[in-house]
């Protein structure tokens, strides 16, 4: 069950985790379905993370406090899709995803969560196979909504991570809107899906300024699944 009241190591290493469209991809101007989002240990998290979050909304989003979503920026200025591309560019967190589309082909009878955790879980892994220092304990933090509290409880369940071939301690805990790092989450897993809807083109300007770092970066789009 996921935790309420999370309480970790420094060397904790910390996925936030936020969804883009559909998993049954019900909406046809978006009809994608992705996971993904940021990775950093606790220990740097004010200073990589939300502090600088919060100057980039106090100067470019009307306050530090003001909350900020990808899918709210109908019309962006220039200076701020710059500001954005700036942060994720120099901020050394890792970030993360696995997306599908409507042109996905799944196995009959079969929903994409059901591929989307085990991809994920190989990001996850990949990720953590990277850190310099090696975490103690890992935590996969996902935002609350009703939908996907439930799926998340159904198709993830319990994980097992590994770090250089022993087993850490695993946390999972689920936190309302507001919190700097998913936000960060669903400007990235923005960024994977709207390059989703057309994976084979050109990489979108905001797409690479996300997962431009192949140090940083884990990124899968998954086009086809084969019955096992």
């Not at 369940?157 to 770090?163: E, L, N």
Request: hydrophobic share 40%; glycine share 6%; net charge negative.
């Amino acid at each position: 069950m996921p935790e309420t009241n999370l309480k970790v190591h420094p060397h904790c290493l910390m996925f936030f985790i936020d969804d883009t469209g559909h998993e049954g991809f019900a909406d046809p101007r978006h009809p994608v379905f992705g996971l993904g989002g940021c990775a950093i240990m606790m220990a740097a998290i004010e200073d990589v993370v939300r502090r600088p979050w919060r100057a980039l909304k106090e100067k470019h989003f009307g306050g530090a406090a003001e909350p900020l979503h990808a899918s709210d920026l109908r019309e962006p200025t220039r200076a701020q899709l710059d500001a954005l591309a700036q942060f994720f560019l120099r901020q050394r967190f890792a970030r993360f995803a696995v997306t599908m589309n409507s042109d996905t082909r799944l196995p009959k009878g079969s929903v994409a969560y059901e591929f989307m955790a085990p991809a994920l879980r190989k990001r996850f892994q990949e990720v953590a196979s990277r850190c310099s220092v090696p975490p103690v304990e890992i935590a996969f933090v996902h935002e609350a909504s009703q939908r996907g509290d439930e799926l998340l409880e159904r198709f993830f369940g319990p994980s097992i991570v590994t770090v250089e071939g022993l087993p850490v301690p695993v946390h999972h805990a689920i936190m309302p809107k507001g919190d700097e790092c998913l936000e960060v989450a669903d400007f990235i897993i923005h960024a994977a899906g709207d390059q989703a809807r057309r994976p084979s083109g050109a990489r979108r300007k905001d797409f690479s300024a996300v997962f431009g770092d192949p140090l940083l970066s884990s990124y899968i789009h998954i086009e086809d699944v084969q019955p096992s």
